[in-house]
C-alpha cells in the first residue's frame, strides 16, 4: 500500500444523497422529498451541471431557472414559488452546501404578480 492511499480523504456524497439524507434527518415526508429531489435534477439538466462547482454562482443560475419556467415552461407561480424553495432558499444552497441562495428575485415580481 501507498502512503498516498492511506491519507485519502473520505469521498463526499452525492448532492442528492445529501438532500435525501437531510430531509430524512428532519422528517419531511417521502412527497416532500421527491418534490424536493425532482426539481434539484431540473435546475441541474437545465444548467447541464456537472460538478458542486457548477452550482456556482448561486443567484443568477436560479434566477436564469426560475425565468425560464415563467416565460418558457408555463408554470403558475405557485409552482414557480415551489422550484424557488426547493432550490435556492431551502435545500441545495442554505443547508446542503452552506451557502444563502435568499434575495433571489423572482421573474414573476417584475410582472406583478
Known sequence: MSGSTLCQEPKQPKLLDQVRQYLRLHHYSIHTERSY???IVRFIRFHRMRSRD?????E?????????LAMEGNVAPATQNQAM???????IYTHILQQGGHGVPSPLDDLGI
Open 37 to 39: 429531489v425532482d426539481w
Open 54 to 58: 457548477d452550482l456556482f454562482p448561486a
Open 85 to 91: 424553495n426547493d432550490l435556492a432558499t431551502t435545500m
Open 60 to 68: 443568477p443560475k436560479i434566477e436564469a431557472f426560475l425565468t425560464h
